[in-house]
């Protein structure tokens, strides 16, 4: 705990009754002066217990054996807990939607999740907090039955595990902690390198125990999926088509002070009515054999190919089964804000194929910078054209590079190899590389992007998944995971020690 923090817990002792540290220890010493006295004597000896126990309290002991959650009858402490809690918040801030609640300042990172409010009734610590218990009984009966199975942690998770530990000992160096302060910066100051180990080993053998169920339970045939497919076919085909989207806004309007000036009933019609002819005859002229594009251009109007199921009227347009090519329309939006003109070519199931590829990713870490100094695109494109000028020009050399140079700990170890990679599933610069037309096994290249760096890449081929089929399959295990994992947790039940988990967060 640094000098600031023992401050602060100082004055909190104090603001609550509790007897300075240091106070107690002067009393200590003048009452050691008086050792003929009985009473100071006994004074003495109750001063140094007070000072002992504030001195054990300040550094964790009694918080870190403290019950947080009993989950059938075994207690959990506070950094056990804590475990799950900062696991839970950082799995959420990493995903697509927790992305999305940080960049709209629906959950700052930076205030305390106890002061933001996740729901009308509930604040984001809260929600961490329940998801943290929930995770715990999924663990705690996956282990159970785990140990039941004779499952058990091999070398090779062993090593995994020993990575994973290597790997944060390694971040906490970087930034100028030791181990037992990273530990205790992410998950709390009742923390301890033993406790975390232990939590991280009961997480692996669960997950291990999760994968091996499903390897063995949620497989499924082609007739099944292609079913599944059939039902939901809406969500995996592409559409071939395009829209123009005609404002019928009235035209915004301020008086002389610069405030907005409501538009009437009237006006509103009046440009609802102006929105409707231009785009009957942007058709018009559609099928008189004009582009779509240049006449959305010359008009004003907005153009677009990207198009979905849940896309408003038009997507329902799109996405009806009695469409046929060539079919073009004037759709009215039901907010009575626009207009859209509609064309359809085709529709077809997405037979996009995955992809294998090696790739080396060059980060601020692979550069030697000096305090504070942020890395450029520039100089990690540079580093990264330095990694691939060293290439021999054969697999085997790039994936030599990649277990050398690589900071991506998903791949550093195997190459830089990922298999079978799907659409959707790396970020857009990556994966659009790999779908560039004429795009050859044994294609080299350098990608940016802003969020992980410079990306090495090596093409190593195409497979034969399909993306609709892989999708469905995968929606398929989601599905059956999620309620099998409800089942197991919901096997076992967890009461809070409310004491305790204040402790957390």
Not at 20 to 44: C, V, W
Not at 391 to 406: P, V
Not at 409 to 415: A, C, H, K, V
């Amino acid at each position: 705990m640094s000098a600031s923090r023992e401050k602060k817990k100082r004055q909190e002792l104090l603001s609550s009754g509790a007897v300075d540290p240091k106070a107690a220890r002067a009393a200590e010493q003048r009452a050691a002066e008086k050792k003929s006295n009985l009473l100071y004597g006994t004074i003495a000896v109750v001063f140094v217990v007070v000072a002992i126990a504030l001195v054990v309290y300040n550094s964790g002991v009694i918080q870190r054996r403290q019950t947080a959650v009993t989950i059938d009858g075994e207690s959990y402490t506070v950094p056990e807990t804590s475990y799950y809690y900062w696991q839970s918040y950082q799995n959420f801030l990493n995903s697509e939607m927790g992305s999305l609640y940080a960049a709209l300042g629906a959950l700052n990172p930076n205030v305390s999740l106890k002061s933001q409010s996740y729901t009308e009734d509930q604040t984001w610590d809260d929600y961490f907090k329940e998801q943290a218990v929930d995770t715990m009984r999924f663990v705690h009966a996956a282990v159970a039955a785990a140990n039941q199975a004779g499952l058990t942690l091999d070398e090779e998770d062993q090593a995994s595990l020993d990575a994973s530990i290597s790997s944060m000992k390694a971040s906490a160096a970087q930034n100028g902690y030791s181990y037992k302060q990273y530990l205790n910066a992410v998950y709390g100051a009742t923390m301890t390198s033993s406790i975390y180990e232990s939590c991280a080993k009961d997480m692996l053998l669960a997950t291990k125990y999760a994968n091996q169920y499903a390897d063995e339970n949620f497989v499924y045939s082609e007739d099944e999926i292609t079913a599944y497919y059939e039902e939901n076919k809406d969500s995996y085909d592409l559409i071939d088509g395009a829209y123009v989207t005609v404002s019928g806004l009235p035209e915004a309007k301020t008086d002389a002070d610069g405030n907005a000036i409501d538009a009437t009933d009237e006006e509103k019609a009046a440009a609802l009515a102006t929105a409707k002819e231009t785009a009957d005859a942007i058709l018009a002229a559609y099928q008189e054999g004009e582009d779509l594009e240049s006449l959305a251009e010359r008009n004003g109007a907005s153009y677009s190919t990207s198009i979905s199921a849940s896309g408003a009227v038009y997507g329902e347009w799109f996405y009806d089964s009695a469409r046929r090519a060539g079919d073009a329309a004037v759709l009215e939006n039901t907010s009575g804000s626009s207009y859209y003109v509609a064309v359809f070519n085709s529709r077809q199931r997405d037979e996009t194929l995955d992809y294998s590829v090696r790739h080396i990713l060059v980060t601020a870490e692979s550069l030697n910078l000096g305090e504070g100094e942020e890395a450029t695109e520039e100089q990690l494109r540079a580093k990264a054209q330095e990694i691939l000028d060293s290439w021999d020009g054969t697999e085997e050399g790039f994936a030599s590079l990649a277990n050398q140079n690589s900071k991506d700990p998903g791949s550093n170890t195997n190459g830089g190899l990922y298999e079978n990679v799907a659409k959707n599933t790396m970020v857009a610069a990556f994966q659009d590389w790999c779908y560039e037309p004429g795009r050859q096994s044994g294609d080299t290249g350098i990608v940016y992007n802003a969020s992980t760096g410079a990306h090495i890449m090596y093409f190593v081929g195409y497979g034969d998944t399909q993306y609709w089929h892989y999708a469905c399959e995968n929606e398929m295990i989601t599905r059956d995971a999620a309620d099998w994992q409800n089942s197991v947790r919901d096997s076992v039940t967890a009461q809070v020690d409310e004491k305790g988990m204040n402790q957390i967060g």
